[in-house]
């Protein structure tokens, strides 16, 4: 069995035996039908199982979603790991403290670094394709759609005005760990905006919300997937177009941010294991849209992770069959 790993919180640790005692459909025991999963994803002892958690929900989808197959269908024991993206999880990876990193976004300095070190190897998309990019609440995209023009942006300054952002126009970031050079942009663009970081994913839809709804004058980072696009309006603002190469000197960007083919990372010792939990990351793969329905669970829903991912499962049990193998 591989070791047990102590970095970060726990944030749940299930153990599988817990329910051997109950009976499957077919009359078999639990047990029986785990060992049957197990040696079907490859036969080896699942043990420990742990994933690194990044702080978005639709990440956090992602996780509990794996977590519950690992848990219900090969038995393993789950742990989810809090810990910021990048060189912090990269690290996790090569010194066992980690098993998985199943939202990889634009790291790829230190995704390229662990592969020549051998300490990580890149399983290649998870589905989902990323989108990052500078919005507007959707009210404020129709009746003024000259702010959709980043050409246009410094005409309107002043109605971003925050008490934060002085005489300044507001453009609102989010957590500041997460990929993101919107000082750079707008320094290099020219634009007389100053960048308030809202700290984190909820805070940052708390404002979109509330400046949809009170139709308030608001531009800032935000991204897909995410299951608000589904439950509000949002336009996005046109900045100059990406182009191969353009945010290769992070201080010198000027252009929009790059569309991202998301990734799942895991560590080598974890994929050599011969844990049935590894062939399930690596058979894993869901849309932007089956993140984002489970994330609407947790969010708008109220379930709680555990919750929202049994769901899931229950209503795609073909998707779950062949991640299975």
């Known amino acids: 069995m591989r070791q047990q790993h102590k970095l970060g919180a726990r944030l749940t640790v299930i153990a599988a035996g817990a329910v051997l005692a109950l009976t499957a459909c077919g009359g078999g025991s639990v047990e029986e039908q785990t060992d049957e999963n197990q040696a079907q994803a490859g036969g080896g002892d699942c043990g420990e199982f742990d994933i690194l958690m990044h702080p978005w ?26 810990l910021k993206e990048g060189g912090p ?26 592969e020549k070190d051998g300490t990580a190897v890149d399983l290649g998309s998870m589905g989902a394709v990323g989108v990052i990019g500078w919005y507007v609440p959707g009210w404020l995209g129709e009746e003024h759609p000259e702010v959709l023009d980043w050409q246009n942006l410094n005409d309107f300054a002043d109605e971003f005005q925050t008490s934060e952002s002085g005489d300044q ?49 608001l531009i800032g980072y935000f991204w897909e997937p995410h299951y608000i696009h589904a439950q509000i309006p949002f336009s996005r603002v046109k900045l100059p177009p990406y182009e191969e190469g353009c945010d290769a000197n992070k201080a010198e960007v000027d252009c929009d941010y790059a569309e991202t083919v998301l990734k799942k990372v895991a560590a080598t010792e974890f994929m050599d294991s011969g844990s049935p939990a590894a062939d399930l990351v690596e058979k894993w793969e869901w ?12 969010t708008a829903d109220k379930m709680s992770p555990e919750e929202a991912a049994a769901k899931w499962v229950t209503d795609n049990k073909d998707k779950v069959e062949a991640w299975l193998g």
């Open 57 to 82: 929900v639709g990440y956090t989808a992602n996780a509990y979603v794996v977590g519950h197959v690992a848990e219900e269908e090969l038995g393993c024991t789950v742990n989810y790991i809090e």
């Open 89 to 114: 999880s990269y690290q996790a990876l090569a010194s066992g403290d980690g098993d998985v990193i199943l939202e990889e976004w634009s790291h790829e300095a230190e995704l390229k670094q662990s």
């Open 169 to 217: 126009g507001q453009f609102l970031g989010s957590d500041p760990t997460y990929t993101q050079y919107d000082e750079a942009i707008i320094k290099n663009l020219g634009l007389d905006f100053k960048v308030i970081f809202s700290g984190g994913e909820t805070a940052t839809v708390e404002a979109f919300e509330k400046a949809q709804e009170n139709k308030e004058w």
């Open 287 to 298: 849309t932007n849209e089956d993140q984002n329905v489970v994330a609407k669970y947790i």
